[in-house]
């Protein structure tokens, strides 16, 4: 199995910025796609965005669309999720996936059920 571990979270004011990580303890993590949630307290969880194995496309919720971006760096086999303009609605727990596989370098996947492999999350509180 591919072991995630997630970190970057901490407190920010609300309009600043934060990036997070997601690294793994495999190099197949770089062939893999990547997955970000987050959960606040008391909700569901609930999608974030993702990239595709290749990197080559990103999706995200519209919550967050145009605030965050995901990017990856695979000589660190490491997953980022930059975070700007946080609001005080974005405060949650926030997690990294990855899906075991796909059938397409350019597949990006929405669902937790979508994905085999979890980081232990990250905790973000943004303050107004």
């Known amino acids: 199995q591919v072991q995630l571990v997630g970190s970057g979270g901490g407190l920010v004011q609300a309009g600043g910025s934060r990036r997070l990580s997601c690294a793994a303890s495999e190099r197949r993590f770089s062939s893999l796609p990547v997955g970000w949630f987050r959960q606040a307290p008391g909700k569901e969880r609930e999608f974030v965005g993702a990239?595709?194995?290749?990197?080559?496309?990103?999706y995200y919720a519209d919550s967050v669309k145009g605030r965050f971006t995901i990017s990856r760096d695979n000589a660190k086999i490491t997953v980022y999720l930059q975070m700007n303009s946080l609001k005080p609605e974005d405060t949650a727990v926030y997690y990294c996936?990855?899906?075991?596989?796909?059938?397409?370098?350019?597949?990006?996947?929405?669902?937790?059920?979508?994905?085999?492999?979890w980081g232990q999350g990250t905790q973000v509180t943004v303050s107004s």
């Open positions: 990239v595709s194995w290749s990197g080559t496309r990103t």
């Open positions: 996936a990855a899906r075991r596989s796909t059938p397409s370098s350019g597949s990006v996947y929405l669902n937790a059920n979508d994905y085999d492999y």
